[in-house]
């Protein structure tokens, strides 16, 4: 299991995690907030690809700091651009890479590779370049090559922020279908609809953490409650400006 221990985080001296505290032991967890609000930061402490300033985070007690290597083949992580995941020419070669080194030999690899490229419709495009997939194709490529590799939780971040709504469903309904933990951070808040869990994120904190309807009815107030105090005025804040989150 997951969990967190008063996890804080700064870049450049200005905090976005604070002293965060969770155990993550559900199936199937959301986690939800404005943009800004630490989700991303949060996602990537568990893989240990971000290592936290403060506090620690454990998986099966094991701490990231330490066992980094380790951790990052047990916790997959889908990023929100498949292109900037996508790294070998050809769909067939950019799943196998996530093998080289597993000790697998290549009779072996090439049946895995084919098994995972079958099972998420891409099994016609193995010899096609990468690069020339749809951007649906492209986001299932990269599910797909974490995937391959046999993770036990997948940390997606963000993966239909580029679809339209059709690969919207086909990315969640493979989600939905996973064997694995699925940690989903997300702004499509219908997604969430039979998870276990949600947990809602504001300014570097989590504010809710229950069951997927109470947690949208919470995080929707939240923000209408922003927008009213934002005088009506469009107050798009960006991400580096410092200004807090709605
Ligand atoms: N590598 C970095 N260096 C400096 N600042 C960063 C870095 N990564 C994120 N930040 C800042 O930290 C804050 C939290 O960012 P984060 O990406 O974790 O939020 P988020 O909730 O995932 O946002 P979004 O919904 O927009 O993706 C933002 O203000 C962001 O600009």
């Known amino acids: ?6 996890v804080t985080h700064a870049y450049e001296g200005r905090t976005v995690l604070r002293d965060v505290t969770a155990e993550l ?41 330490r066992h980094a ?48 490229l079958r099972r998420h419709g891409l099994a016609d495009h193995r ?8 951007g649906g194709q492209k986001q299932m490529l990269a599910l797909a090559s974490v995937l391959v590799t046999e993770p036990e939780i997948l940390v997606c971040d963000e ?17 939905r279908t996973l064997p694995q933990q699925v940690i989903l ?4 808040l219908d997604s969430l609809v039979d998870f276990d869990r949600v947990v809602v994120m504001d300014e570097g904190s ?3 953490d229950g069951a997927p309807a109470a947690a949208v009815a919470h995080y929707t107030a939240r923000m209408e409650r922003g927008a009213t105090e934002a005088g009506g005025e469009p107050h798009l804040r960006s991400p580096d400006s410092g200004e807090p989150a709605w």
Do not use: C, Y
């Open 127 to 134: 010899d096609h370049p990468a690069h020339l997939l749809s």
């Open 1 to 6: 299991m997951l969990q967190l221990e008063n």
């Open 69 to 116: 290597r380790e951790i990052r083949r047990r916790v997959g992580f889908v990023f929100p651009d498949p292109g900037t995941q996508i790294i070998m020419p050809t769909v067939g070669e950019d799943v196998a890479i996530g093998l080289r080194g597993s000790g697998l030999d290549r009779a072996e690899i090439d049946e895995r590779v084919q098994r995972i």
């Open 185 to 188: 951070l997300t702004h499509h």
């Open 159 to 175: 993966p239909t922020t580029l679809l339209d709504l059709r690969n919207v469903k086909v990315i969640e309904r493979t989600l």
């Open 25 to 65: 032991a559900e199936h199937r967890i959301g986690v939800i907030g404005a943009n800004g609000s630490g989700k991303s930061t949060l996602a990537r402490t568990l893989n240990g690809l971000v290592v936290p300033d403060h506090g620690r985070v454990l998986l099966d007690g094991r701490d990231t700091r």
């Open 206 to 208: 989590i504010v809710f």
